[in-house]
């Protein structure tokens, strides 16, 4: 099992361009969360994705938007890049199901980091 | 509204001295609880949850937590470092009540060190 992937590793924009991050989930999971983790700081929730529908998101602007795709795997992209928006970007992973309770553990990525110039 | 504050940004233990790293949190909503290790330039890892089935939660790396609903706090402890426990180290908290997991929130953080 490769777990949670995450791609690319690094990555360098200048303002105003357009990212695209990528995340494959844990094998068996089809929910996908999105967190941006600043220098020195803790994640934040971006949002979350379940059955290509966005489902929970944070206090993040329109700029940030995501897809999920038949697999399970998800992009997320970041439009009109601004240099606040560099950070660490990780996924994680996890189960949606009824009756799993907490049994749904997130499993988080290794990370994007998107440095913005 | 959930949160959660992590007391001390930075710790410095010798190694095999005790480890304690203080998490307080704020939750409207019976909580579950999380501390989870950052490693340099790596992502994050589980240590252990609270899930209201215990009130002192055994993880990882000899790692343990004690739920104190009157004190709300989930203040993280080792009995001796180990050099290769310098990482940085996030409290967190999540809803309860749902089939899906639902977003994590996450404190600021606190840089563990071990002194030699």
């Known amino acids: 099992d490769a777990g949670v992937t995450q791609s690319p590793t690094h990555l360098i924009k200048t303002r105003g361009q357009q990212v695209t991050l990528r995340c494959s989930p844990k094998?068996?999971?089809?929910?996908v969360s999105w967190y941006q983790q600043a220098l020195g700081q803790g994640p934040q929730f971006i949002f979350q994705?379940?059955?290509?529908?966005?489902?929970q998101r944070g206090n993040f602007p329109d700029r940030f938007s995501g897809h999920q795709f038949p697999n399970y795997s998800s992009e997320l992209n970041v439009n009109a890049l601004l240099l606040g928006d560099s950070a660490l970007y990780l996924c994680?992973?996890?189960?949606?199901?009824?009756?799993?309770?907490?049994?749904?553990?997130?499993?988080f990525g290794p990370g994007t980091r998107l440095t913005v110039l | 509204a959930q949160s959660v504050t992590q007391l001390g940004s930075h710790v410095s233990v010798s190694e095999g001295a005790l480890v304690l790293l203080r998490c307080n949190y704020s939750?409207?909503?019976?909580?579950?609880l999380f501390w989870y290790v950052q490693y340099p330039n790596q992502g994050l890892q589980l240590l252990l949850k609270?899930?209201?089935?215990?009130?002192l939660v055994k993880g990882i790396n000899g790692f343990e937590a004690e739920f104190k609903k009157s004190e709300t706090s989930f203040h993280l402890t080792k009995p001796s470092a180990h050099m290769s426990d310098a990482a940085e180290y996030f409290c967190?908290?999540?809803?309860?009540?749902?089939?899906?997991?639902?977003?994590?929130?996450f404190g600021s953080g606190t840089r563990l060190s071990i002194r030699p």
């Open positions: 994680a992973s996890s189960l949606t199901g009824v009756g799993l309770g907490l049994n749904n553990e997130q499993f």
């Open positions: 939750s409207s909503v019976p909580p579950y």
């Open positions: 094998s068996g999971h089809d929910t």
């Open positions: 967190a908290v999540s809803r309860t009540g749902y089939s899906s997991a639902s977003k994590i929130i």
């Open positions: 609270y899930t209201s089935a215990a009130t």
């Open positions: 994705y379940y059955e290509e529908e966005e489902r």
